[in-house]
Nanobody, 129 residues
Framework: QVQLVESGAGLVQAGDSLRLSCAASGRTISTYAMGWFRQAPGKEREFVAAISQSGGNTGYSDSVKGRFTISKDNAENTVYLLMNGLKPEDTDVYLC??????????????????????WGRGTQVTVSS
């Protein structure tokens, strides 16, 4: 089972940028599809961005499309989320997730939290207005 640890938490102002990292251990992420979600207290996890096992396909929620970029560095065994043009409504705990893939699913990415069996503990992003 892969273990995931997020980092990059911060308190920033609206319009600023922040990069989150998700470091994996125990398995190589070259065989995993990865995703970023966010969650507010008492609310369900919300899809933010996802990347396929191959790294060639990505998907984003409408609320972050054009502002956030997900990427995968297999050599570093790390997934990143670059967040530009941050807004106060982006304030949340951001969680990294992983789903083991195969040769048949290497181009797929997943937007539902139920598709991911492995999760990190999250990192807090706070955007002030």
């Amino acid at each position: 089972q892969v273990q995931l640890v997020e980092s990059g938490a911060g308190l920033v102002q609206a319009g600023d940028s922040l990069r989150l990292s998700c470091a994996a251990s125990g398995r190589t992420i070259s065989t995993y599809a990865m995703g970023w979600f966010r969650q507010a207290p008492g609310k369900e996890r919300e899809f933010v961005a996802a990347i396929s096992q191959s790294g060639g396909n990505t998907g984003y929620s409408d609320s972050v499309k054009g502002r956030f970029t997900i990427s995968k560095d297999n050599a570093e065994n790390t997934v990143y989320l670059l967040m530009n043009g941050l807004k106060p409504e982006d304030t949340d705990v951001y969680l990294c997730a992983a789903r083991s893939g195969s040769a048949y699913t290497r181009t797929l990415y997943y937007t539902s939290p139920t598709a991911y069996p492995s999760w990190g503990r999250g990192t807090q992003v706070t955007v002030s207005s």
